[in-house]
């Protein structure tokens, strides 16, 4: 068998301890972000226009009316990377100061791949109406609100009101970022078992932020079976125990489907996965419609490890890691989306947006296979698509 040279970098990956080599390295630095001016100050001339006295007139001017701090301030480009830390990757509620690597994370993409400032603050409190308050009195500084990491389902009243009260864009990440990415892999998953849309039936389980915002999104593409299921099973329009969101998506269960993953496996062509470790096993997957989809996404150990969804016949798999084909992150979304915000100079979004950015994104890979229907975070030209897509956007 003929070795090809990604799959020798898979492997050489995974023997790397990127935990260890993650402490060492933020040990070195003291974290990952610095502040660098974009004013050089080489004398008095500059100072002086820098600082005090000529600053006074650029005060006065965003006094006189405060959409110009949107041209004379930092305000024009930067976002503020907002978290509780109640939700933080796969590790739960650790905190607003074990939140603040991912945060950082955060930021230092955007700068990269959209050159937008962004700046993470992690607040210590996880009361809805504080964070709430407390966003709310940023607006002066911020550009846009990326809020990450806050837990269901307090995230999404968080973001409705939000998005209601500020002037600038909001955008909880963990909801759409998740989701776009999700859709951009699963449109180009079905050309490769060859199936549509319309006739697959799709099994969602974790009804969380990603959750919600991924099984609205593919309803928004024209998916129209989709079961979703929490710790007590599938998500019907029977049971009494729903939330308003959960009520919502239960209507996407249109055979209004009863009973355990385990129960209805065989009625799904597809498995969304955005909960915890060890959820599907390898009979599961033998069980599914023919040429099962897996995407097993809880990070950063999945609902099934793709060597058991391979062995249980699956034809295409996906991660949330690195480590393996096919990695679903919502890196390749929030960059380009805060780079097409800003520049479009508007707070609205919505679902059919969402969806543009995921076709296109979906689009650069123009061939895909099993082993390949995302492209690489690497490659700025996503980031640049999907920029474009927003800030055009009608």
Not at 55 to 62: G, N, S, T, W
Not at 84 to 107: F, H, Q, R, T, W
Not at 257 to 275: A, E, P, R
């Amino acid at each position: 068998m003929k070795i090809t040279k990604s799959k020798v970098e898979q492997e050489s990956v995974k023997k790397m301890d990127f935990g260890k080599m993650s402490i060492n390295a933020h040990k070195k630095f003291g974290g990952k972000l610095e502040l660098v001016s974009k004013f050089k100050l080489k004398n008095k001339v500059d100072l002086s226009i820098a600082y005090t006295p000529g600053v006074a007139e650029v005060c006065l001017e965003i006094a006189k009316d405060v959409k110009n701090a949107k041209v004379l301030s930092l305000k024009k480009n930067t976002i503020a990377v907002v978290s509780d830390g109640s939700a933080v990757l796969g590790l739960g509620n650790i905190g607003a100061y074990g939140a603040i690597p991912v945060m950082e994370g955060k930021a230092v993409l955007m700068k990269h791949f959209a050159g937008v400032d962004a700046f993470p603050i992690c607040v210590q409190t996880q009361d809805t109406e504080e964070i709430i308050n407390f966003v709310r009195n940023l607006e002066p500084v911020f550009g846009g609100i990326n809020l990450e990491d806050i837990a269901a389902p307090k995230c999404f009243e968080i973001e409705e009101r939000l998005i209601k009260e500020l002037g600038i864009p909001v955008m909880h990440d963990d909801q759409w970022g998740a989701g776009v990415v999700a859709v951009a892999g699963f449109i180009n998953s079905l050309k490769v078992v060859n199936k549509k849309k319309q006739e697959v039936n799709v099994a969602v389980v974790g009804a969380g932020a990603a959750g919600i915002a991924t099984i609205r999104l593919l309803n928004e593409y024209g998916v129209k079976n989709i079961v979703t299921f929490d710790t007590k099973g599938a998500i019907n329009i029977g049971r009494t125990d729903l939330s308003k969101e959960k009520f919502e998506i239960a209507k996407y269960n249109i055979k209004n489907l009863d009973g355990s993953l385990k129960d209805l496996i065989q009625h799904f062509d597809v498995f969304i996965g955005l909960s915890k470790p060890n959820v599907l096993t390898v009979e599961d997957v033998e069980n599914m419609r023919l040429d099962p989809i897996i995407f097993a996404l809880a990070n950063p150990s999945p609902e099934i490890m793709p060597e058991l969804a391979k062995k249980g016949g699956a034809k295409v798999i996906a991660t949330g890691r690195s480590d393996y084909p096919n990695q679903i992150n919502n890196s390749l979304f929030f960059p380009g989306f805060w780079r097409g915000m800003l520049d479009r100079k508007s707070k609205d979004y919505n679902t059919k947006m969402l969806i543009k950015c995921a076709e296109v994104i979906a689009g650069l890979v123009p061939k895909p296979t099993s082993e390949k229907i995302l492209p690489s975070t690497l490659d700025k030209k996503v980031h640049e698509e999907v920029a474009k897509v927003v800030r055009n956007y009608k």
